[in-house]
Protein backbone atom coordinates (compact mmCIF):
# COMPACT_ATOMS: atom_id res chain seq x y z
CA UNK A 1 0.00 0.00 0.00
CA UNK A 2 1.49 3.59 -1.01
CA UNK A 3 0.47 6.51 1.55
CA UNK A 4 1.70 9.89 0.49
CA UNK A 5 1.72 13.02 2.50
CA UNK A 6 -0.52 15.95 1.08
CA UNK A 7 -1.80 19.27 2.61
CA UNK A 8 -4.30 21.61 2.10
CA UNK A 9 -5.23 25.01 2.73
CA UNK A 10 -8.68 25.77 3.82
CA UNK A 11 -9.61 29.51 3.43
CA UNK A 12 -12.78 31.06 4.31
CA UNK A 13 -14.13 34.20 4.00
CA UNK A 14 -17.46 36.03 4.16
CA UNK A 15 -18.66 32.63 5.11
CA UNK A 16 -17.54 30.96 1.80
CA UNK A 17 -14.70 28.97 1.09
CA UNK A 18 -11.93 29.04 -1.62
CA UNK A 19 -12.09 26.11 -3.50
CA UNK A 20 -10.41 24.94 -6.91
CA UNK A 21 -11.07 22.72 -9.59
CA UNK A 22 -9.24 20.18 -10.78
CA UNK A 23 -7.72 20.24 -14.05
CA UNK A 24 -5.85 16.97 -13.95
CA UNK A 25 -6.55 13.21 -12.82
CA UNK A 26 -7.11 11.98 -10.16
CA UNK A 27 -11.14 14.02 -10.06
CA UNK A 28 -10.69 15.79 -13.21
CA UNK A 29 -13.23 18.52 -13.14
CA UNK A 30 -14.16 18.30 -9.33
CA UNK A 31 -13.94 21.01 -6.44
CA UNK A 32 -11.46 20.22 -3.72
CA UNK A 33 -9.90 22.82 -1.30
CA UNK A 34 -6.80 23.13 -2.64
CA UNK A 35 -3.54 21.49 -1.89
CA UNK A 36 -1.08 19.17 -2.90
CA UNK A 37 2.06 16.34 -2.41
CA UNK A 38 4.69 16.80 -0.02
CA UNK A 39 7.88 16.66 -1.71
CA UNK A 40 11.46 14.71 -0.61
CA UNK A 41 12.88 16.40 2.32
CA UNK A 42 10.17 19.25 2.47
CA UNK A 43 7.59 19.69 5.34
CA UNK A 44 4.45 19.83 5.88
CA UNK A 45 4.36 23.36 6.61
CA UNK A 46 6.51 24.09 3.26
CA UNK A 47 4.50 21.77 1.21
CA UNK A 48 1.48 24.05 2.09
CA UNK A 49 3.34 27.28 1.65
CA UNK A 50 4.21 26.07 -2.29
CA UNK A 51 0.99 24.40 -3.12
CA UNK A 52 -0.58 27.85 -2.24
CA UNK A 53 1.55 29.94 -4.62
CA UNK A 54 1.84 27.10 -7.46
CA UNK A 55 -2.23 26.84 -7.13
CA UNK A 56 -3.38 30.11 -5.74
CA UNK A 57 -0.94 32.72 -5.58
CA UNK A 58 -1.42 34.94 -2.31
CA UNK A 59 -2.40 32.79 0.42
CA UNK A 60 -1.05 32.95 4.06
CA UNK A 61 -0.50 29.58 5.23
CA UNK A 62 -1.10 28.77 9.53
CA UNK A 63 2.02 27.38 10.90
CA UNK A 64 0.62 24.06 12.12
CA UNK A 65 -2.05 21.57 9.76
CA UNK A 66 -5.09 21.15 12.72
CA UNK A 67 -6.72 17.72 11.26
CA UNK A 68 -5.06 14.94 9.75
CA UNK A 69 -6.59 11.92 8.08
CA UNK A 70 -6.30 8.91 5.39
CA UNK A 71 -8.37 8.28 2.57
CA UNK A 72 -8.09 6.59 -0.52
CA UNK A 73 -7.41 7.74 -3.84
CA UNK A 74 -6.97 4.80 -6.15
CA UNK A 75 -6.64 0.94 -4.93
CA UNK A 76 -3.53 0.58 -3.36
CA UNK A 77 -3.09 4.16 -3.23
CA UNK A 78 -3.73 6.45 -0.02
CA UNK A 79 -2.85 10.20 1.49
CA UNK A 80 -2.68 11.08 4.46
CA UNK A 81 -3.90 14.86 4.32
CA UNK A 82 -2.90 17.57 6.63
CA UNK A 83 -5.03 20.51 6.55
CA UNK A 84 -3.81 23.89 7.40
CA UNK A 85 -5.53 27.31 7.43
CA UNK A 86 -5.33 30.22 5.46
CA UNK A 87 -5.79 33.38 4.37
CA UNK A 88 -6.32 35.77 1.38
CA UNK A 89 -3.08 38.11 1.61
CA UNK A 90 -2.55 39.27 -1.95
CA UNK A 91 -3.91 38.81 -5.72
CA UNK A 92 -5.43 35.16 -6.21
CA UNK A 93 -5.73 33.05 -9.21
CA UNK A 94 -5.81 29.48 -10.94
CA UNK A 95 -2.48 27.93 -11.59
CA UNK A 96 -0.86 24.58 -11.39
CA UNK A 97 -3.29 21.90 -11.59
CA UNK A 98 -6.39 24.08 -10.83
CA UNK A 99 -8.65 24.46 -13.88
CA UNK A 100 -10.52 27.32 -11.77
CA UNK A 101 -11.26 28.77 -8.48
CA UNK A 102 -14.27 29.71 -6.45
CA UNK A 103 -15.95 30.67 -3.61
CA UNK A 104 -18.41 29.01 -2.62
CA UNK A 105 -20.73 28.42 0.94
CA UNK A 106 -21.73 25.01 2.81
CA UNK A 107 -25.03 24.91 0.72
CA UNK A 108 -23.51 25.94 -2.71
CA UNK A 109 -21.34 22.80 -1.84
CA UNK A 110 -24.08 20.68 -1.51
CA UNK A 111 -25.18 20.31 -5.18
CA UNK A 112 -21.27 20.41 -6.53
CA UNK A 113 -18.79 17.52 -8.02
CA UNK A 114 -16.38 17.70 -4.87
CA UNK A 115 -13.69 15.34 -4.40
CA UNK A 116 -14.10 12.65 -1.61
CA UNK A 117 -11.42 14.07 0.82
CA UNK A 118 -12.98 17.71 0.13
CA UNK A 119 -16.35 16.33 1.50
CA UNK A 120 -14.78 14.34 4.28
CA UNK A 121 -13.09 17.42 5.34
CA UNK A 122 -15.89 19.12 5.41
CA UNK A 123 -18.42 16.45 7.38
CA UNK A 124 -14.97 16.07 9.72
CA UNK A 125 -15.48 20.56 10.74
CA UNK A 126 -18.69 21.27 9.52
CA UNK A 127 -21.33 19.07 9.74
CA UNK A 128 -23.13 20.76 12.89
CA UNK A 129 -23.59 23.58 10.14
CA UNK A 130 -24.65 21.38 7.25
Known amino acids: MIL ?19 GKRPNKGYWCIPGGHVDKGESLYQCAVREMKEEIGGIRVSKKPGLAFVHDVWIGHRHKAHLFLGKVAGKIRAGSDAAEIGWFTLEEMKDMDLTNYTLKTFNKLYSKKV
Not at 4 to 15: A, Q
Open 4 to 22: HNTTMVLIEKDGKFLLAKR
